[in-house]
């Protein structure tokens, strides 16, 4: 029996959650693939497949071509459907699927009217597992991120604010570290012109980002202070890599870093 992607019924949502509970591992996205296949999506299910495929060959140094030729063809026939509740507001660029599940990247605003107006979006957002949300410039912005319901889907958030001041950068840290739908969070980048010592405070005392392993701050210059505090072990214990824009690092800074972070890229 053919299933309906949009929304997804709880079938479905079931699949999507228990994809999102282990993100790293492919064996429930080859389940979803298999569901998909059996329930009139072939193309759908080839999808997850192919580009599962094409990531495990990557990640060995093998030969990823055929995978990845048949993923573009896919998505050249298809995105546009696979993307029907977004679709009114993605460019070509924003159009991008990981491992099968949906890269969503759109301004703060743009989120909120879809949220607004796109039918059952609560239940389609399921397929959403990494999230870009721009032109967040000041704490009201983040809120209203907050308050989609995409945000409290993904397991991976890139938050950017290039016009954002020191103060409004640690207001916009603060409500993302103190926001209760963020608990599932793994991956978590901030793109802003500067990273504090009052911006890492707010993330250091997080009581909600309890499953975040990977931050990243390429774009921000981290100061020491900054440093000094996210290389204390007691501030996201379970924080396992660093990424970190490091111009205005000390040796001295870059070396607590590294100390608790043995991969940190700095």
Known sequence: MRRELFPPGDELCGFLDRIKEVPDDDAPRLVLADYLEEHGHPERGELVRRQCEAARLAAAGQDAWQAERRVRDLLTDSAERWLAPWAKWLGFERRRFVRG???LSLPVADLCRIEAVVPDHARSAAWVE????AEVEDPAAAAALLRTTVAGKV???KVTGYRAT???IRDIVREVAASPVLGQL???ELTFREFTAGAAAALAGSR???RLAHLTLEYAAVDDAAAEILADPRCLPSLTSVRVNGWRLSPEAVGRLRARFSDARV
């Open 186 to 188: 793994r991956e978590l």
């Open 208 to 210: 909600t980002l309890a």
């Open 130 to 133: 990494r999230l870009t949300a």
């Open 101 to 103: 599940l949906v890269d």
């Open 155 to 157: 397991v991976a958030l």
């Open 166 to 168: 020191a103060e409004t």
